[in-house]
C-alpha cells in the first residue's frame, strides 16, 4: 500500500488520439507527475506545448527507472512488446483496447503481470461510464423485463488504422459494455464484415454474440465508412426498451414503454396471421451525473496502485475481449475459404455448403463477470 502523499509517477507511451487524452486527465491530477514517450519529435513538441510540466523521452527504457506505471497508447500492434517491457521491470500497466492483437501476447500480459506481482489494467472506458452503469442498472433490476435482444452501432467516417480492422479498432468497446451489461462474456459469436477501400482491412462489419447464461443475443455493427456519427447501444426487453447514446449531451439513456404483446389466437380462421397488440407509454430520461469516464478510469488505476486493489478491468478481462475478437479472425478465413468453394465446381472447399452469415465460433468456457 502506498502512501496518498506519494507522488505517482505515471508514463505515457504513444501522444497520438489516445494517448495526448490520458495526459490531459492525468495533468489535471494532483500528486502525478507525468512522463509522455514518444518517439515523433513533433508529438512530443506538441505535448511540451499544451503540458509544459510533463517530462519528455523519446525511449521508454530511459524512463524506467524514475516511473512507478505506464499507460500504454500506442498503435495496437505494439501493445504487448511495450506493455510486457514495463511489465517486466515491475511497473503497473494501463493498456489502451484492445489489450493486445492475439491471444497468445494477451496470456503472456497477464502471466508477467501475476509473476512481477503487478497492476495490469485494460482500458475498457465504457465500464468507467455512468450511462453504461445505469443501463446495466436497469437491465440487473428487471425494470425492461426479459431481455431480447442487445442492438449496438458504432459507426463513423471513421480514422482507418494501419494494424487493425474495424472490428479490433471499434468493437471492443461494444463487447465491453454488452458483456459488462449482462455480467458474462459471450459463448459464441458469428460475423460478416467486409473491405470498401482496402483490402488490407475491413472496415464495415456485423458481430452477432450469444450469452449462454443470458439467452440473449447481441448484434454488433461498427464501421469506418459511415456518413452520420453513431455511438448507440439499444437494449430490447419484453416490458420496455432502452437506449444508450453516447453522443446526447443530456439524455444519454432513454427507457421507452412501448413493446408489443402476443394475443391468444381464437379464431382458427385467423391463425395465418399473428395476432399481436403494440403498446405505447411514456419515454422517460433518468438523470445522470456526467464525470469524464477516461478521468474515473485513470483515478481508478491510480487507485488501484496506492491501495493494491484489483483493477474493476484486469488484464484477464481484456484477455477474454482478445479472445472473442481473436475468433473473428478465424471466421473472416473460414468465410473466404467458402466463397472460394461456392466458385468451385468440386464444392470441396473446407466449410463447402455453408451459408457464410450462419459461420459460428463457439468460445472456450466465458467466465462470469464479476459483480
Keep these: 500500500m502506498r502512501s496518498q502523499q506519494h507522488q505517482d509517477r505515471v508514463a505515457v507511451v504513444g501522444y497520438g488520439y489516445w494517448g495526448s487524452k490520458h495526459v490531459r486527465v492525468l495533468s489535471s491530477m494532483p500528486g502525478v507527475a507525468v512522463t509522455v514517450v ?29 516511473i512507478d506505471a505506464v499507460i500504454v497508447a500506442t498503435p495496437p500492434g505494439a501493445h504487448a512488446a511495450v506493455a510486457r517491457q514495463a511489465l517486466e521491470a515491475a511497473k503497473h500497466v494501463l493498456v489502451e483496447k484492445p489489450l493486445t492483437t492475439s491471444v497468445w501476447d494477451a496470456e503472456l500480459l497477464v502471466e508477467a503481470a501475476a509473476r512481477r506481482r503487478v497492476h495490469l489494467m485494460v482500458g475498457h472506458t465504457f465500464e ?3 450511462a453504461v452503469w445505469k443501463l446495466r442498472e436497469l437491465v440487473r433490476s428487471g425494470a425492461l423485463g426479459r431481455v431480447l435482444y442487445v442492438d449496438t452501432a458504432r459507426l463513423s467516417l471513421g480514422r482507418y488504422q494501419s494494424d ?4 479490433w479498432d471499434l468493437a471492443p468497446h461494444d463487447i465491453s459494455i454488452v458483456s459488462y451489461i449482462l455480467d458474462e462474456m459471450p459463448s459464441s459469436t ?12 475491413a472496415d464495415v462489419a456485423y458481430l452477432r454474440l450469444d450469452f449462454e447464461r443470458a439467452k440473449v443475443p447481441a448484434y454488433v455493427h461498427v464501421s469506418w465508412l459511415t456518413p452520420n ?3 448507440q447501444v439499444t437494449v430490447v426487453g419484453e416490458r420496455k426498451m432502452a437506449v444508450y447514446d453516447d453522443l446526447s449531451d443530456n439524455e444519454r439513456i432513454r427507457v421507452y414503454d412501448i413493446g408489443v404483446d402476443v394475443d391468444a389466437i ?29 478521468l474515473v478510469q485513470d483515478e481508478h488505476f491510480l487507485d488501484c496502485i496506492r491501495t493494491g486493489a ?4 484486469p488484464g484477464e478481462r481484456g484477455l477474454e475481449i482478445v479472445r472473442v475478437l481473436e475468433a473473428t479472425n478465424e471466421l473472416q478465413g473460414a468465410a473466404r475459404d467458402l466463397a472460394g468453394a461456392l466458385h468451385d465446381p468440386s464444392g470441396l472447399a473446407p466449410e463447402a455448403g455453408r451459408p457464410v452469415l450462419g459461420m459460428r465460433r463457439r468460445l472456450p468456457n466465458p467466465p462470469q463477470i464479476a459483480s
Design 38 to 66: 514518444d518517439a515523433n519529435p513533433d508529438r512530443l513538441a506538441e505535448a511540451a506545448a499544451h503540458h509544459p510540466m510533463a517530462t519528455l523521452a523519446t525511449c521508454l527504457d530511459d524512463v524506467l527507472d524514475d
Design 128 to 130: 468507467y461510464n455512468a
Design 164 to 167: 487493425v480492422n474495424v472490428i
Design 190 to 201: 458469428a460475423v460478416w464484415a467486409h473491405c470498401n477501400i482496402s483490402s488490407q482491412h
Design 229 to 231: 456519427k453513431t455511438r
Design 266 to 294: 381464437d379464431d382458427p380462421t385467423a391463425a395465418h396471421a399473428l395476432p399481436v397488440s403494440y403498446r405505447t407509454g411514456d419515454i422517460t430520461s433518468p438523470y445522470i451525473a456526467f464525470k469524464e469516464p477516461l
Design 310 to 313: 484489483r483493477p474493476d478491468t
